[in-house]
């Protein structure tokens, strides 16, 4: 089955630091991947998603890059700021699919 | 403005109780889902409901069932409720026509002592 990997649980950065979230997936079909961002007592919503293997998307000053080859969707940012601060998640769906897989999730703490 | 409403945000069960979480949507979509969010295991899937009264197991259903009678509601149940139950439960339906976005209510709170 489809499997979204972060690994990194928590990075914590200062304003203006650079921003690289690292997520690899798995997955027998053509996905469509997403990054979702969840702020505190709130649910996920939709940070960006790329359709289209070696197409990046961009949002918010955040970009991620959809690599066919090394199966990768790291998500990045050049500068960050204090309101950056929550939960990311990598997600995927497949072609035609219905089931959206969801990583573990990063959480970023930016300090001030 | 596209909008899930889930009720109630917060809830607190003794084991063996019944359970209904309730999730709404006013955005017409057909296909709506359950996941429960537990720390460091990240969104996992319990249900999809492909439309009224079509329903389909995720990765984590045992315990769990569904009902959708209106396109506009999904609820969840858990019939005697377990103490590794407690979670945090997300519904969210899917904008066909906005590439499989999916749109995330603010989450119901479940405590099962």
């Known amino acids: 089955g489809d499997s979204v990997t972060q690994k990194q649980g928590q990075v914590t950065l200062s304003e203006d630091d650079f921003l690289f979230i690292n997520c690899t997936y798995s997955?027998?079909?053509?996905?469509?991947l997403f990054w979702y961002v969840q702020y505190p007592g709130q649910g996920p919503q939709l940070l960006l998603k790329?359709?289209?293997?070696?197409n990046k998307g961009i949002s918010r000053g955040f970009e991620a890059t959809y690599d066919k080859g090394t199966t990768s969707f790291h998500l990045q940012k050049a500068s960050v700021q204090e309101s950056d601060s929550a939960v990311y998640f990598c997600?995927?769906?497949?072609?035609?699919?219905?089931?959206?897989?969801f990583g573990t999730g990063t959480s970023l703490l930016v300090d001030p | 403005d596209m909008k899930v409403t889930q009720m109630p945000r917060y809830l607190i069960k003794r084991m063996g109780e019944n359970v209904l979480l309730e999730c709404g949507q006013d955005?017409?979509?057909?296909?709506m889902y359950w996941y429960r969010q537990d720390p460091g295991l990240g969104l996992q899937l319990i249900y999809i409901?492909?439309?009224?009264?079509?329903?389909s197991e995720g990765d984590i259903p045992k315990g769990y069932r569904v009902s959708r009678k209106k396109r506009e509601h999904f609820s969840l149940i858990l019939d005697s409720a377990k103490t590794n139950q407690t979670s945090v439960y997300f519904c969210?339906?899917?904008?066909?026509?906005?590439?499989?976005?999916?749109?995330f209510g603010s989450g119901t709170r479940l405590t099962v002592l």
């Open positions: 969210a339906s899917r904008d066909r026509g906005h590439a499989e976005t999916l749109y």
């Open positions: 997955t027998t079909t053509y996905p469509t």
């Open positions: 790329v359709t289209t293997a070696n």
């Open positions: 997600a995927l769906v497949g072609y035609m699919g219905y089931k959206l897989t």
């Open positions: 955005m017409s979509h057909e296909t």
């Open positions: 409901s492909y439309d009224v009264d079509s329903n």
